[in-house]
């Protein structure tokens, strides 16, 4: 399989280590390829005037946190993330809604039944095509997460027909072969699912929105 680690905790200390650099550079990058992060905020279907419960996994450096946390201003937040240095940014991103917003350094695990239980919506926005090799099990563990009706919503790299490029994001730990989305409209009730291109059709990209039955 390509860009694959040989265990769940190779791939944890692996994004660990990656993002020691990554996080200082992040914000400053991110903004050029990370397409459609706005966009599926917008999209999850939940109404604004309730108390919501959300979860992100892999939350980075907070820029969706901050999202949610405009656009459902009395939700609660729970990002979560492998990565010491990206937690530590997520702080500073979410400060100004730190009452409603915490914050947890560790990988998402299959199997934790203890934390997340009953979520309205979970976010995973550019984590799962680096949660390899566990990133089918992580979507059956966001489905127990959720309650039912609940939403999981994902952007991520969808594919791109350039070899060259493929090897380019899987030596940044990104396995891009349209691999999400079957697992995806398998296990949940699709909403809506979109592949966009980026800059011309070098990649695609894709939101997808489903919902627990
Ligand atoms: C490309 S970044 C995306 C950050 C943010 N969601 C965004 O859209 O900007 C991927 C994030 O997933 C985190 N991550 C990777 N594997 C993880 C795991 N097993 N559990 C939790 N977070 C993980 C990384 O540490 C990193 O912060």
Sequence with gaps: ?????????????????????????YDLTRWSFLFGRKQVVRQLPLDPSQAHKILEVG???GYNLRLLAKRFPKAQLTGLDVSEHMVNKAARTTQAY???VSLEERPYTLGD???HKQMDAILFSYSLTM?????AALLQQAYADLKPGGYVA??????SRFPWFKQHMGNNHVRMDSHLS?????TFDTVQHQVKPAYGGVWHYFLY????V
């Design 1 to 25: 399989m390509p860009n694959t680690f040989s265990s769940v905790e190779e791939q944890n200390q692996t994004m660990q280590r990656y993002y020691v650099l990554q996080s200082q550079i």
């Design 59 to 61: 939350c980075g450096t």
């Design 98 to 100: 730190a009452q409603r």
């Design 113 to 115: 039944t203890r934390r």
């Design 131 to 135: 949660i390899n090799p566990q990133w």
């Design 154 to 159: 994902v952007v991520d790299f969808y594919d």
């Design 182 to 186: 079957p697992v995806l409209e398998e």
């Design 209 to 212: 929105v489903g919902q627990k």
